[in-house]
């Protein structure tokens, strides 16, 4: 291997690590209430080494009225009803459910 097609490859790597950093921060920084208006949970499917994980997503519509697709775990999609309030914190990954 030549020494631009190492440096090549160590700027992809490098650039889809920062890309993928930068939405994570995005998340966690974003603040919004809002209320559930969806769930959706995907099956896991299994190929030829194992078995991808089963994934779960609760959809939001904020107060402002945009749509917001968290991935959740499984208890906490379980624990989500359509029409239930949620708050998501700036520095918290997760909205929290609101008990009203």
Request: hydrophobic share 35%.
């Amino acid at each position: 291997m030549d020494i631009q097609t190492i440096i090549a490859t160590v700027a992809v790597i490098g650039g889809f690590t920062a890309f993928l950093s930068y939405l994570s921060y995005r998340q966690k920084q974003s603040s919004w209430k809002g209320e559930v208006t969806g769930k959706y949970h995907e099956e896991a499917v299994t190929d030829d080494n194992g078995s991808s994980p089963e994934r779960f997503k609760v959809v939001f519509k904020t107060e402002s009225g945009k749509k917001v697709t968290v991935d959740v775990f499984e208890k906490e999609y379980n624990n989500y009803k359509v029409g239930d309030k949620a708050k998501k914190k700036s520095g918290e990954y997760f909205p929290v459910k609101l008990v009203i």
